[in-house]
């Protein structure tokens, strides 16, 4: 069976103080159920924030990691470094990581890999721009997204792949994906990747949307039969909203 997972990603947002105080509100409400919860606040909060949870069900999660394993690169955070805070998940290939920070899919296929390596699972963005979509063209480009960032990789590695699909256009604009535009995409994702690892794998691969998600359309969004759950930006921003997007379950 497939997980339903809900993964925070706080972005360039909160104090240490801040996050520490959000992380633990959060993991006080976490109730023991079959949702798995993800924190990804930035690196300098992750050992704070990874340290603070006593959930079963919650984890914590990087929001980016070196296409690097080691060594003279300034300013960078490799995944082994993320996985030594105990954190167990790195979003990898944020449309913010692709169009301010230049990352290519072939840069974003090494972070995969490192990431594997270092025993994190991956959280796997893709998605189309507007005018992608205005064109028609926005299937053929997250088939792309996903085929060059991830097929490369073994069946056995394919299978801890989590994807989650965000069109760009949806990311902080308070305009969501309706749930059909949702879940048309992640039926064409998970067909995709039937074609290519078989139903068995397909089947079990979580596939979160992502984009204005709030409490008040969750629930209509993960009753998709492709939704396994949700990318949160603005409102994991706040425990009651990020709490009432994980109990829309
Ligand atoms: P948003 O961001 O929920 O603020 O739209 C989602 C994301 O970028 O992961």
Same mark, same amino acid.
């Given at each position: $069976?497939?997980?339903?997972? /809900?993964?925070?990603?706080?972005? $360039?947002?909160?104090?240490?103080?801040?996050?520490i105080e959000?992380?633990?509100?959060?993991?006080?409400?976490v109730? +023991?159920?079959?949702?798995?919860?993800?924190?990804? &606040?930035?690196?300098?909060?992750?050992?704070?924030?990874?340290?603070?949870?006593?959930?079963?069900?919650?984890?914590?999660?990087?929001?980016?990691? @070196?296409?690097?394993?080691?060594?003279?690169?300034?300013?960078e #955070?490799?995944?082994? $470094?993320?996985? @030594?805070?105990?954190?167990?998940?790195?979003?990898?290939?944020?449309?913010? *990581? !692709?169009?301010?920070?230049?990352e290519? =899919? %072939?840069?974003?296929?090494?972070?995969?890999?490192?990431?594997?390596?270092?025993?994190?699972?991956?959280?796997?963005?893709?998605? +189309? #721009?507007?005018?992608? !979509?205005?064109?028609?063209?926005?299937?053929?480009? #997250?088939?792309?997204?996903v085929?060059?960032?991830?097929?490369?990789?073994? &069946? %056995?590695?394919?299978? *801890?792949?989590?994807?989650?699909?965000? &069109?760009?256009?949806?990311?902080?604009?308070? #305009?969501?994906?309706?749930?059909?535009?949702?879940?048309? $995409?992640?039926? /064409?994702? *998970? %067909?995709?990747?039937?074609?290519?690892?078989?139903?068995?794998?397909?089947?079990?691969?979580?596939?979160?949307?992502?984009?204005?998600?709030? &409490?008040?359309?969750?629930? +209509?969004?993960?009753?998709?039969? =492709?939704?396994?759950?949700?990318?949160i930006g603005?409102?994991?921003?706040?425990?009651? =909203?990020?709490?009432?997007?994980?109990?829309?379950?």
């Amino acid at each position: $069976m497939r997980k339903k997972i /809900v993964a925070g990603n706080w972005k $360039m947002n909160k104090t240490l103080q801040e996050g520490i105080e959000l992380a633990k509100t959060i993991n006080r409400q976490v109730e +023991e159920n079959e949702v798995i919860i993800i924190l990804c &606040p930035p690196f300098i909060h992750l050992s704070e924030v990874a340290g603070s949870i006593t959930k079963d069900a919650l984890f914590a999660g990087g929001q980016n990691c @070196s296409s690097e394993a080691s060594g003279a690169y300034t300013g960078e #955070v490799s995944a082994e $470094m993320i996985r @030594s805070t105990g954190a167990e998940y790195v979003i990898i290939g944020h449309s913010e *990581r !692709r169009t301010y920070f230049k990352e290519t =899919d %072939e840069i974003l296929n090494k972070k995969v890999k490192l990431a594997l390596a270092n025993d994190l699972i991956p959280i796997f963005c893709c998605g +189309e #721009v507007l005018a992608e !979509r205005q064109s028609g063209k926005h299937i053929q480009i #997250v088939k792309s997204q996903v085929e060059k960032g991830l097929f490369d990789l073994s &069946p %056995e590695d394919f299978r *801890r792949i989590v994807i989650a699909y965000e &069109p760009v256009w949806a990311i902080g604009t308070g #305009v969501t994906a309706t749930a059909e535009q949702a879940q048309e $995409m992640h039926k /064409v994702i *998970r %067909e995709h990747i039937t074609d290519k690892y078989g139903n068995e794998i397909a089947s079990n691969t979580s596939i979160l949307y992502g984009g204005s998600c709030k &409490p008040s359309n969750a629930k +209509e969004l993960f009753s998709n039969p =492709d939704v396994d759950g949700g990318l949160i930006g603005g409102a994991s921003l706040s425990a009651s =909203d990020f709490m009432g997007i994980v109990n829309a379950f």
